[in-house]
């Protein structure tokens, strides 16, 4: 009996080397060839060559080489506004005939009004509020086929491609590269976790079990017989800042290896990660580029990179600096998106 | 990049197919040989043949192999009271001298008189109450350091054996045979979620990632500059009843195309999963052999099997009769567990 299980984890391991070297064979090309050479580009490959080495000091089993990502800012972009901040703005207006009382209430007020700044001060709570408003009262497919709806068929007001088109391409590559090397990788967003559940899976190739995000209750029922999970207006759990270890803690049960971020809410996920016995990997994305992104840090209401940015300093903790180190931010167009 | 997903993706069903290879040609043995032939092994490997035969009717892709298993009594047993129940007798008596308030209270007052039937009155509830007050206020990795010892030294009263020897073989035979045919393998208990991750990986090969449970609150703190989590003396979820299919939605973001319980508690899990568009597999393991474990079901106090037994056999679940059915409970002494 125990000898089976040794023996499928052997063959587990067999064939994850069979990938990697598959993966070796067919990548002639760099792996992470949108990333400029630069400081951060080494010092991915060099922790990955790192822990993956068998007998070197750092060599980390396959099932801890767990690397969490955080999604708005980090794998897509969150200008002007979070993408998901434009869902509920899209549907809220979708549903205000039925609900005079929010243009007198925020903050739904500056959704109707187009008052987006007003709405980015509100912050992730603001967020919060429209999504249980403009999102509870139905059921959980009934709402993962709304999100596929919006992504299908909103648009990005500054590049005019579909939302989740405008994910950063070295990102994606940085992806399939731990993978490659037998990483688990995972998302940790402050966004909805059955929001991110509906595209994470074809946009990153990241399984609905490895999405963790916000979220709001839920309850299960009979409905003539036919169980469903309704989605309650009141809220779980704000994955963001300290909620994010709590959330890896609760959802992972093991210490990740790697974290990567771009803001404030992504300290205290990449501290834990930091804190591992053992070596870690802690990158923070720096939105560098106005032309090609868009340039903010310690003043942004969205997205803010103060303390998170000081500490990394401090941490000796990789930084990328996006109009330097990366050769190409978005897929092509007509790279399949 | 597109295609570069795709392709590890094809190399990952490759592999599997590897794994499926291998384990049929050691799998000279019957891979259920502690399972008698009876309609409930007929149905698994019927069940399991029907999902993994790819171009037919019921194939189920990969990613898909969703099981769910209750741990108490499903995959090992939960008499004279749950393990864990024990566990936390065992902790609140080594902390009683601190505490003299507790030879007055509920469920205290029953813990420390040795009144294991008032104890088991209690419920999930309590449990989760001593479960609180005996195991918080420390930091995550204290915890599973105690229950690791606990495990280490503590021995059933009946038995004589260490609680995690007391796994059903036959589950634990399931467990690999399914891996081995794809699936992708949870624990979803109403027992703890960090006490269960001390040791699914070492005895049922299933991470810390693939465990559910019931939680408490915890926070995330810095101490000296060194991140901790803390566990706070406060209910976060009860993973039980409706709570599971809530749990295994927030989780696991996907419906389980099997699941396999043994109570009350987890009749919702299953008819959330026998809802499943397309072919899935409910099973309840009913306890019948007094001799070789117990037997007990509408009127037990732990492990109450009443509704879930009437909609298991009005809606043709499989029903493990266990005396019947299994002709080994637990692993051999000398196996190695």
Redesign the interface.
Known sequence: ??R??K???A??CV??M??SA??SA??QHDPLSSWNDCPAKSAIIDFVQRVTTVDAPDFVPL?ER?AVFDNDGCLWSEKPIYFQLQFAIDRIKQLAPNHPEWRHRQPFKSVLEDDQETLAKSGMEGLLKLVMASHAEMT?DEFASIVKDWLNTAHHPRFQRRYHELVF?PM??LL?YL??NGF?TYITSGGG??FL?VFA?EVY?I???Q?IGS?IK?????RNG??V?MRLPEINFIDDK?GK??AI??????RPIAAFGNSDGDL?ML??TD?RKGLSFCLLVHHTDAEREWAYDRKSHIGRLDNALDWAKEHHWTIVDMKQDWNAVY?QPD???
């Open positions: 009996m125990w089976l299980i023996g499928s984890r063959i587990v064939c994850t069979v990938i598959t993966c067919t990548m099932s767990i959980t391409q994606l590559e399939v993978r490659a688990k976790i059955e559940r899976e190739d399984p609905p079990e999405v979220s839920t309850n299960f029922e009979l036919v169980p999970i300290e270890p709590i803690n609760k959802f992972i049960g093991r205290q501290q834990w804190a897929p790279a399949g998106n």
